[in-house]
């Protein structure tokens, strides 16, 4: 599977080309590869249940009252003070 090569400009103006797309590209500058862009596939599915998951966590932590986040805070330090 090889590369295909381009410039820095080209690879610029169509970077969202390139994110789709299924190959790596060399980018150059005056002819010299300086660097290499992998385009990535992703599952968008594990992402929206990962963005589900961490909005449920931020609602519970926003439902705490002023009691409970003084108490993490405190145990928070009290734990960063040991491991020293």
């Known amino acids: 599977m090889g590369a295909s090569k381009v410039g820095v400009r080209e690879f610029r103006a169509g970077l969202a080309d390139f994110v789709d797309a299924d190959e790596p590209v060399a980018v150059t500058r005056h002819g010299h590869t300086v660097g290499y862009f992998i385009p990535v596939k992703t599952d968008r599915a594990a992402d929206v249940a990962a963005l589900k998951a961490a909005g449920e966590k931020l ?16 145990d928070f330090k009290t734990r960063r003070k040991d491991r020293r």
């Not at 609602?59 to 405190?74: F, G, H, K, R, S």
Request: no cysteine; charged share 40%; aromatic share 0%.
């Open 59 to 74: 609602d519970a932590l926003l439902a705490l009252t002023d009691d409970e986040v003084e108490a993490m805070v405190d």
